[in-house]
């Protein structure tokens, strides 16, 4: 399968099945999330999101220090640090301040270069047709 917002060919499951009997995806190059259903022909991707507004934050503590990362879910942030004993947080991360990680946001800075600015600014977007069943590649 191909991402329609980077173009990359990898994509990686990352629940086996939605509500609605779709397969949920993430592109391992921009992190765009996808839901593929096949049984109605269809892709369909929630609309982009700016960094702030993007992950979860998480939070790290050494000593007296706490450094906040962006979570991408499955017990990982965007510098790849596993946060299986981190502490989740009930807002959104934010970049800025003393306390963010700035490898995440480094990260963070690179996947949302990758969006290209028609793909912006959607409030939705319209599920893609595919061709057949047993097609592998997004339009």
């Not at 989740?88 to 995440?104: F, K, L, M, V």
Request: charged fraction near 15%; hydrophobic fraction near 30%.
């Amino acid at each position: 399968m191909h991402c329609d917002i980077c173009g990359s060919a990898t994509l990686r499951e990352l629940e086996p099945t939605t509500p609605a009997g779709g397969d949920w995806y993430a592109c391992a190059n921009c992190l765009a999330t996808f839901i593929v259903n096949l049984d109605e022909h269809y892709v369909g991707r929630p609309p982009y999101m700016p960094i702030n507004d993007r992950w979860c934050s998480v939070e790290e503590t050494h000593g007296p220090a706490t450094i906040t990362h962006a979570s991408i879910g499955n017990n990982t942030t965007l510098c790849g640090l596993n946060t299986a004993t981190f502490q989740g947080q009930a807002h959104s991360w934010s970049p800025h301040g003393p306390e963010a990680c700035n490898d995440c946001h480094q990260v963070a800075l690179r996947v949302d270069a990758l969006w290209p600015l028609d793909k912006r600014g959607r409030a939705d977007r319209p599920r893609t047709r595919i061709a057949t069943p047993s097609t592998t590649t997004m339009p």
